[in-house]
């Protein structure tokens, strides 16, 4: 009897690495054709940047945020290196709708052909989501964590002098982290749309889940404030949550 032949999507391994590296690649040159756009307005980001911890310094002295010049630097090449960090994330976040979409094509062959037609869900819900927790961290998340940090410190009478990498290290690691806790309902989309878990048994360990959003939040949010970790785990919590329902709605119906 012949051997049937295999579907001409199927790849070995190495094809699987071959893949991988052409995704990468193209990845990397669409950051670097957004950085060169980026970095030409990398001033003005600095002002957007620091503007969620002026704003939460303002309301903690009392002074206008203008007024305020709370940045300094100890090493001449610190501005350089950090207005470059700062124009080359900006530049993956503009690129995320492109880079999810390299994401996709990456795990396209593995997929059923019915599978295959989700590309733009994916791609919308994926960016979407993404661009909305680093939207969150930007308005909400920082006026939480500055009002908290500048208020302590105004009760202890210090003056702010604070280095311009240390404070992106906070900014950047504060979005991005939000931004990655906002895919939770679209990853649990997936994860029931596969059968690999469903709404009922995300309910029936909940509390297993608290616990685990706890840990991750000691550990990954910025900051060692114990509201902060509470805060991002009220959060993260309420995803789950919203999860729950996204993976109800994602469930395949079993039939009659």
């Known amino acids: 009897m012949p051997v049937p032949a295999a579907p001409p999507d199927k790849m070995s391994f190495w094809e699987h690495l071959q893949e991988l590296r052409v995704r990468i690649v193209r990845s990397l040159l669409i950051v670097a054709v957004c950085f060169a756009a980026t970095y030409a307005f990398r001033f003005k980001l600095w002002i957007w940047a620091q503007k969620p911890f002026l704003d939460a310094m303002a309301r903690q002295t009392g002074k206008a945020a203008a007024e305020l010049q709370p940045f300094a630097f100890t090493d001449l090449t610190e501005p350089f290196f950090s207005m470059m960090r700062l124009s080359l ?5 503009l690129a995320a709708p492109l880079l999810f979409y390299q994401l996709w094509a990456f795990i396209r062959p593995g997929l059923l052909p019915k599978e295959r037609r989700l590309v733009i869900p994916f791609v919308v819900a994926t960016s979407g989501c993404f661009l909305a927790g680093s939207v969150f961290a930007y308005t909400q998340a920082f006026k939480f964590l500055g009002d908290i940090l500048f208020q302590e410190a105004a009760a202890a009478g210090l003056r702010a002098n604070l280095h311009v990498s240390d404070y992106l290290d906070l900014f950047i690691s504060t979005t991005l982290i939000t931004g990655v806790m ?17 709404a009922r048994l995300m309910l029936k360990y909940w509390r297993h889940a608290t616990m685990a959003i706890l840990i991750f939040s000691a550990f990954f949010t910025p900051g060692d404030v114990v509201v902060t970790t509470i805060f991002f785990s009220v959060v993260l919590l309420g995803l789950y949550f919203i999860s729950v329902a996204v993976a109800w709605v994602a469930e395949p119906r079993q039939p009659k």
């Open 89 to 93: 994330w900006a530049a993956a976040f």
């Open 182 to 198: 906002f895919e939770l309902p679209v990853l649990f989309f997936f994860l029931a749309k596969f059968r690999i878990v469903t």
